[in-house]
């Protein structure tokens, strides 16, 4: 291994292994162990406290380690286990396959395990498949004693639900119990009484978050999670659960804690909610460009569509589109105002500066360069890999050579001679296959640099494909070459700030030409 080497440390734990040898010190210790003793650099520690090996998702640390890993901050990530990286195989094989395109060497100390190698790729494979079962074991294990749980009414949400708090007994844990909140109980009587006395959704949410209340979670409330509790049976003494992943299988049984909700009161409540229940008779003939791009000026969250209708003195009626701030839909003005754009003044506007940024001979060139230092970077790894396969194979076989001259020269005789021949050759036939792997490589990305022509050609094709493209087709366009468009705080969209994706090298895409920098 090149002593040389830069790399990134994982540890992770979720909260039922914080013991059995896998807590965050002990993980940490034996990572920077390793590194201390083989004089390895250590570009960062990244960590996952409480999180699950379940998915890529909700992992804070691996996240940001995926994205540094493809800027060429360090060429190994070094973790105890690979169930540490992850107990999914598809995961841990896509992570692994990343980092191959980007020349980083994923090792783990546990099992000994290198991905630079065929063996060790293939080892990834069954080891990977053993944390996946081992996972999906845990996963069934849980849901069966959850099952039985549920069958005798036993509480099942935990800390969750508004009103009720959940007592953990310190010794015995069958001992543990459900209790009511006094507080939290009457605001769910106050919500129950409120919606039941005609007050609607989006009402009764930004009454909540106007007074100060907040979720169990201690956020602010949504209309969606004031209709979950407006349906929660266990505020009349209930059980909710499925007997498997199907909903049809839902059931409900009588729970062993006290209802908050009088069951006429409840009554009523799911009969206001069928009656206000109604599909969307109208569908709205537009399709909004900028969904999930644009960002409000105010909170930064997404802005969603919206429509205001109006009737003209003529009978005739009008409808004008506009983005409105996602957070004040689901949780009204407590979160965040309105902030309202128009949307196809917005959309216009994106499309004029991109289209002027693309035709700028400026952006091709430096597109070129960028694109040109990214395949240099990626193959350098491959390259200094190879070199040092090349230098180790010419080392093995002069020892092979002086294998021979020791026996020549009686030192050895020929049994020890076949032995050491067989070793040597066994590395050497190792050490080509995977030459053999990266010259392939290295063969796979073209030598010449890419021309700045091709480049000026593939731009130049993008304004007449935007203009002759759908609404669906912009908007797919858009999606695929933009992560975001933020706004100032005055709501002007001429000094809009559009950020390019990959496809674009992440370069920003002024409204003033003259202002044209990269987003770093």
Not at 213 to 241: D, E
Not at 442 to 470: G, M, N, W
Not at 497 to 504: D, K, N, P, T, Y
Request: hydrophobic content about 35%.
């Amino acid at each position: 291994m090149n002593q040389k080497q830069i790399s990134a440390l994982y540890i992770r734990v979720s909260t039922e292994k914080q013991v059995e040898g896998f807590s965050l010190e002990a993980q940490k210790e034996a990572l920077y162990e390793y590194c201390k003793i083989r004089k390895l650099d250590v570009y960062q520690l990244y960590v996952d406290a409480g999180r699950s090996g379940k998915s890529i998702e909700g992992r804070p640390a691996l996240t940001k380690l995926l994205g540094d890993a493809g800027k060429g901050h360090f060429q190994q990530v070094i973790c105890l286990r690979l169930n540490r990286i992850s107990r999914n195989l598809k995961d841990l094989l896509h992570i692994i396959e990343l980092f191959d395109q980007h020349g980083i060497m994923l090792h783990s100390l546990t099992e000994n395990l290198q991905t630079n190698s065929p063996m060790g790729k293939f080892a990834v494979h069954m080891l990977g498949s053993v944390a996946e079962h081992e996972r999906i074991q845990i996963k069934e294990n849980l849901r069966l004693g959850m099952q039985r749980r549920n069958r005798l009414g036993k509480w099942n949400s935990g800390n969750q639900v508004l009103g009720y708090r959940w007592v953990t007994h310190s010794v015995n844990r069958h001992l543990s119990y459900v209790d009511i909140i006094p507080d939290e109980a009457e605001l769910v009587r106050a919500i129950f009484t409120w919606y039941a006395n005609g007050l609607g959704l989006k009402a009764i949410t930004n009454r909540l978050n106007k007074n100060g209340h907040r979720t169990k979670k201690g956020k602010l409330f949504q209309s969606m999670s004031v209709r979950s509790i407006l349906t929660n049976v266990n505020y009349i003494g209930k059980i909710t659960y499925t007997e498997n992943s199907m909903q049809e299988h839902k059931k409900i049984v009588n729970g062993e804690h006290e209802p908050i909700i009088s069951n006429e009161l409840w009554d009523k409540v799911q009969q206001q909610l069928t009656l206000r229940s109604h599909p969307i008779s109208k569908r709205i003939d537009y399709t909004f460009l900028l969904t999930g791009l644009l960002k409000c000026p105010a909170c930064g969250s997404s802005m969603t569509a919206s429509h205001v209708s109006r009737k003209r003195k003529n009978t005739s009626q009008s409808t004008s589109y506009y983005y409105i701030c996602s957070q004040y839909v689901s949780k009204g003005y407590s979160a965040c105002k309105p902030h309202h754009i128009r949307a196809d003044q917005a959309e216009r506007a994106v499309q004029i500066h991109v289209q002027q940024f693309l035709a700028n001979p400026t952006v091709a060139e430096r597109l070129v360069l960028k694109l040109n230092d990214q395949r240099y970077r990626k193959l350098l790894p491959a390259r200094q890999h190879l070199k040092e396969h090349e230098a180790n194979i010419t080392s093995l076989k002069k020892r092979i050579l002086r294998c021979y001259e020791l026996f020549e020269d009686g030192h050895i005789d020929s049994k020890e001679l076949k032995n050491m021949l067989e070793r040597l050759k066994s590395q050497i036939a190792v050490l080509e296959m995977e030459r053999e792997d990266l010259e392939q490589k290295i063969a796979s990305e073209p030598e010449q640099p890419i021309p700045l022509t091709h480049i000026r050609h593939v731009l130049a094709d993008f304004k007449p494909v935007l203009q002759r493209a759908s609404p669906s087709q912009k908007k797919a366009l858009f999606q695929s070459i933009l992560t975001k468009i933020t706004l100032p705080n005055n709501r002007d969209i001429s000094g809009m700030v559009i950020q390019g994706s990959e496809a674009l090298l992440h370069l920003e895409i002024p409204t003033n030409l003259k202002k044209e920098r990269v987003w770093q």
